[in-house]
């Protein structure tokens, strides 16, 4: 079995808006890509925040791809995250005053035909459900 690799690339602390210089309310942490003999090579993350470790691991064509493919989806999980829990106070370093942006690109943004191929998706009906 192989293990995955525990090395630490990137991490992007979080804080909340109005609250200079407390602990950060979130932590993201982006892992080194590794590849198994024979498979794609995936990039594991975690988000350390108020509800927990999340984490996943997300697989790409190239290092790169499941690199930029891992930022996509940790974007995506920190933009629900900042609305659901955190009331859409997250910030980091590098928030523009007033901004919400969290630095950190999303599936919907990161691929503009990501809504229309999710639709089409949904309005399909699969196999299984004519044989009912």
């Known amino acids: 079995m192989t293990r995955l690799n525990d090395e630490i690339i990137a991490e992007r602390k979080l804080y909340l808006d109005g609250q200079p210089g407390a602990e950060p309310a979130a932590i993201v942490r982006l892992f080194r890509p590794h590849q198994v003999e024979g498979d794609y ?30 930022l996509a989806v940790v974007g995506t999980n920190i933009a629900g995250l ?12 590098g928030s523009p005053l ?8 999303t599936i919907e943004e990161h691929w503009p035909s990501y809504r229309e191929a999710l639709e089409w998706s949904m309005n399909q009906q699969r196999p299984d459900r004519d044989q009912d």
């Not at 691991?57 to 499941?66: F, I, K, Q, T, Y």
């Not at 007033?98 to 690109?105: D, E, K, Q, T």
Request: with cysteine; hydrophobic share 25%.
């Open 41 to 70: 090579p995936s990039c594991r993350y975690e988000v350390i925040s108020d509800t927990g470790v999340q984490g996943n691991e997300v697989s790409g064509v190239d290092g790169l791809d499941c690199i930029v493919t891992c």
């Open 82 to 93: 900042n609305e659901s829990v955190y009331g859409g106070r997250l910030r980091w370093e």
């Open 98 to 105: 007033g901004g919400r942006g969290l630095g950190l690109p």
